[in-house]
């Protein structure tokens, strides 16, 4: 069954159509919640409130704006952002030379194109230089904000903004082109 299908089933409480979307989508949340927590036991909680938060709210999904798992992992994201927020911590910048293994956890149920895309995004984010990727990832994995960038990092706003840009060009240009 697809994700639209399977939710349009958990709208009507099945709880076996919720597992299945569980089933599914659990891995590439739980790695999510563990990138921008870094502790294994916060992002089984985030996880589980992002699950919680599919289950209650279904019917609010609008498939003309993205796919399920889009949806689901911007819920993720911004449970564990509010996690963060909530314990009133920051998590140490990254070096840029992350284990690859994080990558690897994420199960693929199956080769889709979908997947293909999570992987040349994540490929297409760690090949960005040092200084655009450290400033994509405190925004995007931390949540902060390009004045609360420019402070930690020591950089003058508008070069926080300069290079927050040209990362997500640069992004765009890749995800653009894998289309074709």
Do not use: N
Request: net charge negative.
């Amino acid at each position: 069954m697809e994700d639209t299908e399977l939710l349009k089933q958990v709208v009507k409480g099945d709880q076996r159509a919720f597992l299945a979307l569980y089933d599914r989508h659990a891995g590439r949340v739980y790695t999510l919640a563990l990138r921008v927590l870094h502790e294994p036991m916060l992002a089984e909680e985030a996880t589980q409130d992002a699950f919680l938060k599919l289950w209650k709210h279904a019917g609010q999904f609008l498939a003309e704006r993205g796919s399920l798992v889009t949806w689901l992992l911007t819920i993720t994201r911004r449970t564990a952002l509010d996690r963060l927020r909530l314990e009133d911590r920051r998590p140490t910048l990254s070096d840029g030379s992350d284990p690859e293994d994080l990558w690897r956890d994420i199960p693929a149920s199956g080769t889709s194109s979908e997947e293909s895309r999570w992987r040349s995004m994540h490929l297409a984010v760690q090949a960005l230089p040092t200084d655009q990727r450290q400033v994509l990832e405190l925004a995007y994995y931390q949540g902060m904000s390009q004045s609360e960038i420019a402070e930690i990092l020591g950089w003058p706003l508008g070069t926080v903004k300069t290079r927050l840009r040209a990362a997500m060009e640069h992004l765009r240009k890749i995800w653009i082109e894998s289309e074709i």
